[in-house]
């Protein structure tokens, strides 16, 4: 069974279709990119998935749940869970008590059941440590480096025990040995089996990291495979020439 299904998937604004009949997969373990120019419909598709956008019609199912029977506030708790296209860190807690507080309220009853004896303390710890914020858990985001608050924001929403990851430009704004730990980040986790679908105008490292890919256009689904097979066909070619994906 799929993790998360769109089935003919629409967003419209007035006049405005934001997403216009878009439907595709993501499979249990599976790192799907998406791509497409400015404006394409790519956060919109997040937002219809989190419910912060309202479908104007269709169907979006998530671990065998149609998710409009699912209250927002409760899709972290069944496994979805977000970042977004620019950082929402709380600015007066420190790095440790953002990925904290998130543990507490919305990871720590499905991991109780599941570890045992692991607090949300030790869970976050354990995160903190392991990707390499054990230097500035006591700083305030605002202090920090670009790269690092978009890094406290992965961390964060991995708190949560997420089945399902989506990640919504994780590296627009950083340099390039930014871009290439939050690669590796990915990379790994992807190894570990976590499902992500990810946006994101860096080509080059969605190819290099997704097993399937999504390329909207207009609001539309125009291609969607192998990401390298995908990413050469003609009618994606254009959209690139014809718009704005940054290629690197
Ligand atoms: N709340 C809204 N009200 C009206 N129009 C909206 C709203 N949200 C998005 N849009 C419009 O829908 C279209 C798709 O926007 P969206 O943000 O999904 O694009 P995107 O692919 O994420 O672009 P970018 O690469 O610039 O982030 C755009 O024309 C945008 O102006
Ligand atoms: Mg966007």
New binding site residues.
């Given amino acids: 069974m799929s993790l998360l299904v769109l089935d003919d998937v629409k967003v419209h604004?007035g006049g405005?279709r934001?997403v216009d009949g878009v439907s595709f997969s993501v499979e249990p373990g599976q790192l799907c990119g998406m791509v497409?120019p400015?404006?394409?419909?790519?956060?919109?598709t997040i937002n219809a998935i989190t419910r912060t956008a309202k479908l104007t019609s269709g169907r979006i199912t998530f671990d065998g749940t149609d998710i409009a029977n699912v209250p927002p506030f409760k899709l972290r708790r069944i496994g979805l869970v977000r970042t977004f296209?620019g950082i929402r860190l709380i600015p007066d807690l420190t790095v440790r008590d953002n990925i904290r507080l998130a543990a507490e309220q919305h990871g720590h009853k499905r991991r109780k059941s599941r570890a045992g004896a692991v607090t949300p303390d030790a869970f976050s710890e354990a995160l903190i440590e392991r990707f390499g914020l054990s230097d500035v858990k006591n700083e305030r985001p605002g202090a920090l480096p670009y790269g690092t608050q978009r890094r406290v924001e992965i961390v964060r929403a991995l708190s949560t025990s997420p089945k399902l990851l989506l990640l919504d430009e994780p590296v627009a704004g950083m340099n390039h040995a930014e871009r290439a730990d939050i690669a590796n980040v990915l990379k790994e986790l992807h190894a570990e089996g976590l499902s992500m679908l990810i946006i994101e105008h860096d080509l080059r490292m969605l190819l290099n990291l997704s097993d399937h890919l999504v390329v909207?256009n207009f609001g539309k689904l125009l291609a969607e495979g192998e990401p390298h097979a995908t990413a050469s066909l003609p009618d994606v070619q254009r959209a690139y020439l014809g718009g704005s994906i940054e290629r690197d």
């Fill in positions: 604004y405005v934001a497409g400015n404006g394409s419909g790519k956060t919109t296209q909207l």
